[in-house]
């Protein structure tokens, strides 16, 4: 029994190394070769015999190419890791030979995104070093999966084929492309920076009057001059000032869009807008769509919060988010901005030019009386232009750089 136990174990192990390696025709091979000597030997077929016995050659001379060990430490080296849509950047494969006797060439395969690149290596002598440069395409926005590295050893038949994985994959960002923009609360909102609101505060920074004294007032408040000549306990009273927060919604469904151009530049003006804002020290929240699954029974009202901790941060979560048919449109996104967010002072909707004027209106709606909505939409084909509808502001721009302008006009008006 122990005997039989380690018989099963170690043939366990041999058939869980060679399983892998052995291709489909590898077996088709294996499987002929008694096939073959079997039936040739009983019926005297010499040309089965034949056929048997070079079946045995072929599959020796394929594994030899499975013996030995390859002497390279290979690598792999990203040049960034975060990229502008468009901007070149290349990776490399290194290899090193820690042996003491010369390396052969080796052909390396590089999964990028969807495809492959090969890294060609050469023969190294001992303690020498080589090295091949691959370029990363970034000519569209999202996050591209660059590796792992792995060289193939194979007969040239293919019976029989190992892979060597040397590196882990590696993440490149895309981010869309931003412009640098005034700040986005130059002439918009109304906060510590500018000028206090018309709500009044019994506990503030700008003095707006003075009043009776109420239970429940803070004493420190009691303004003892006016009290004296009055004869009456009077209180001061203050114009609310607050912070501001700016929101910034993106619509991630198909049905606001007439084409993909129109959906990057609507990222683009979202993460322009972000960058400045977090430049600027100001309360933001980043928001987009959130997608219905596939198989629901009913639509899912919500979004997702993007970070705002750091500009990168913003645009590393803008590479990845994706237009779907099932995504939130801009009339639901502000509906649920508005109820989950309090002390809004802007709302920036971004949309494109499938939306119309009248659910812009409806998404302004969402939001109270005292929120400035700002709703930017993305239309290369219209007249860039700034219109009023309703108390929200409509800014049509063709390209990126015209969000520079727009948002000048919209707070000169």
């Given at each position: 029994?122990?005997f039989?136990?380690?018989?099963r174990?170690?043939?366990?192990r041999y ?8 291709t ?8 002929l070769?008694?096939?073959?000597l ?8 010499m ?5 048997g ?6 599959a020796?001379?394929?594994?030899i ?23 070149a950047?290349s990776?490399e494969v ?11 060439g ?10 492959f ?13 080589a090295s091949?440069?691959?370029?990363i395409?970034?000519?569209?926005r999202?996050?591209i999966?660059v590796g ?15 892979e060597?994985i ?9 981010h ?15 906060d ?5 609101t018309k709500d009044?505060?019994?506990n503030?920074?700008?003095f ?8 429940g007032?803070?004493?420190?408040n009691?303004h003892?001059k006016t009290?004296a000549?009055t ?9 609310e000032?607050r912070r501001?927060h ?13 084409s993909?151009y129109?959906?990057?530049m609507?990222?683009?003006v979202a993460?322009?807008l972000?960058?400045?804002a ?7 929240t980043?928001v987009?769509?959130?997608?219905t699954?596939q198989?629901a029974k ?5 979004v997702?919060t993007l970070s705002?901790?750091t ?8 590479t990845?988010?994706n237009s779907?048919d ?8 502000a ?9 809004v002072?802007v709302a ?8 119309s ?8 709606t969402?939001?109270?009386?005292n929120?400035?909505?700002?709703a930017i939409v993305c239309?290369?084909e219209a007249?860039?232009?700034l ?12 390209y990126?750089?015209?969000?520079k302008?727009?948002?000048a006009?919209s707070?000169?008006v």
């Amino acid at each position: 029994m122990r005997f039989v136990g380690a018989a099963r174990s170690t043939i366990a192990r041999y058939a869980a190394r060679i399983t892998p390696v052995v291709t489909p025709l590898g077996w088709v091979v294996l499987a002929l070769i008694p096939t073959t000597l079997i039936a040739g030997y009983s019926i005297a077929w010499m040309e089965l015999i034949v056929v048997g016995y070079a079946s045995i050659a072929v599959a020796l001379m394929a594994a030899i190419y499975l013996f030995g060990r390859s002497q390279l430490t290979i690598s792999l080296h990203v040049e960034r890791r975060r990229v502008t849509v468009g901007e070149a950047i290349s990776g490399e494969v290194r290899g090193v030979n820690a042996g003491k006797r010369r390396s052969l060439g080796v052909v390396a395969e590089i999964p990028v995104a969807a495809t492959f690149a090969e890294a060609v290596l050469p023969s190294i002598r001992p303690g020498g070093a080589a090295s091949h440069e691959f370029p990363i395409p970034t000519h569209r926005r999202g996050v591209i999966s660059v590796g792992p590295v792995r060289t193939i050893r194979a007969d040239p038949i293919g019976l029989v084929r190992r892979e060597l994985i040397w590196t882990e994959s590696a993440e490149v960002f895309v981010h869309p492309r931003t412009i640098s923009i005034p700040s986005v609360s130059t002439g918009l909102i109304r906060d510590l920076e500018g000028n206090p609101t018309k709500d009044l505060s019994s506990n503030d920074i700008s003095f707006h009057a003075l009043r009776e004294y109420l239970p429940g007032d803070e004493r420190r408040n009691i303004h003892w001059k006016t009290t004296a000549r009055t004869g009456r306990y009077m209180v001061r009273q203050f114009e609310e000032t607050r912070r501001s927060h700016l929101v910034i919604a993106l619509s991630l469904a198909n049905a606001d869009y007439a084409s993909d151009y129109e959906f990057e530049m609507a990222v683009s003006v979202a993460g322009s807008l972000g960058a400045q804002a977090i430049k600027d020290a100001r309360t933001i929240t980043v928001v987009a769509s959130e997608q219905t699954p596939q198989f629901a029974k009913r639509k899912i009202f919500a979004v997702r919060t993007l970070s705002t901790l750091t500009s990168t941060r913003l645009l590393d979560d803008l590479t990845r988010v994706n237009s779907a048919d099932t995504a939130l449109r801009i009339v639901d996104v502000a509906r649920v901005t508005s109820e989950q967010r309090d002390g809004v002072s802007v709302a920036f909707l971004i949309c494109g030019s499938a939306v119309s004027s009248q659910q812009l209106r409806a998404a302004s709606t969402k939001f109270a009386a005292n929120v400035e909505v700002v709703a930017i939409v993305c239309d290369p084909e219209a007249v860039p232009g700034l219109r009023r509808v309703s108390g929200l502001s409509v800014l049509t721009i063709g390209y990126l750089e015209e969000l520079k302008r727009a948002l000048a006009r919209s707070a000169a008006v």
